[in-house]
């Protein structure tokens, strides 16, 4: 467990199996990413050794890329120049990539220059100096000086990335060498899209120091967490896609007897993982008789036929930021805005507002919302 993730190199408040550990002194040859993995490995180790006939279950839950940007410097090393180029071409480049991959069609979002982090901290920003812009503004309206600030800042959240691949590779290798790989189902997600938040928490930032280093606390910003989120709008806190909608890589070679691999577009949530697991394991989960029903449904037909699932309805309530989506259908309103209606089948980009066009649909959409709402917080009163 690591509960301060502000301190990937020298964690304070961690624990293992409940047990504090000591302090990690700054300095010290650590890196959170790292360790989570080598803990991983370890106790796929001990279930080798001491149960090697039974089936395993791993939770693997890395903090990266989370802020503050904290990253090895080699792995920053790799990135220097990439980003220079700027959040405006490099969401082309994605988006022209994305669509040359079969990914998603649609038109790419505009970047909401007005909209920025989701919290107003102006020290905050003032802390970090001229380089940082708490707006996604357009590349070249900004200073040289901005440019190769939030470039930098760009390249450490992409060595995050690299390094939590890296890892990520170590703990498959283990699974290989203990011959389970085709029998093990993976799966792996984001539980958001990229922040724009950008705020100094733990232990505080030095403006003289490296950036990515343990003393500075650099945050991605708005501007290319528009990049990381391409080609959705907003990003992590609302619950427009750029907020909530992640890729969902799943392997299972025995369960899931694909020829090649595949790209499934039904809708899935995070409250889908536990029944899918339930069901892939052929267990049951008991729950008692005067609890809410268990949400969610398992995923794993649609992953072993291709086929997408329909009549889901999903709701979204987070810091006032509002949505509910039923199949193709999406009502969305950030706190203190208007609701607005998509159909994420047409224009999963949420483009194109039918609100006006669709007034029936959006009011009994706004209604089921209520009405969820009202029966949630009935069952929170049992």
Known sequence: SLDD?????????HSLDGKRLPAVAPGTNYYATTEIASRMIEFLREHQDDHPATPFFGY?????PHF????????????KERYLAGWDQLRKDRWSR????????GELSEVETEIGPPYDRPDDIKAFGPGEVNRPLHWNDLTAEQRVFQATKMAI????IDRMDIEIGRVLEQIKNMRAFDNTLIMFLSDNGASAEIMIRDDGHDPTAMPGSAESHLCLGPGFSSLANTPFRRHKTWVHEGGIHTPFIVHWPTGIKNDSPSLNHTIGHVIDIVPTIMEATQAKLEIPSDAPEIPGTSLLSSLKTSETLTDRQLWWCHEGNQALREDEWKIVKARDEQWQLYNLNSDPTETTDLSRQQTERMSDMMNRWNAILDQFRADNKR
């Not at 993730?5 to 408040?13: A, D, L, M, V």
């Not at 693997?60 to 990266?64: E, K, P, V, Y």
């Not at 959240?157 to 995050?160: D, E, F, T, V």
């Open 98 to 105: 994305i669509k040359n991959l079969g990914l998603l069609s």
């Open 5 to 13: 993730h502000g301190r990937y190199f020298s964690p304070k408040n």
């Open 157 to 160: 959240h992409a060595a995050m």
């Open 68 to 79: 503050p940007l904290h990253a090895l410097q080699p792995d920053i090393a790799k990135y």
């Open 60 to 64: 693997l839950a890395f903090t990266s």
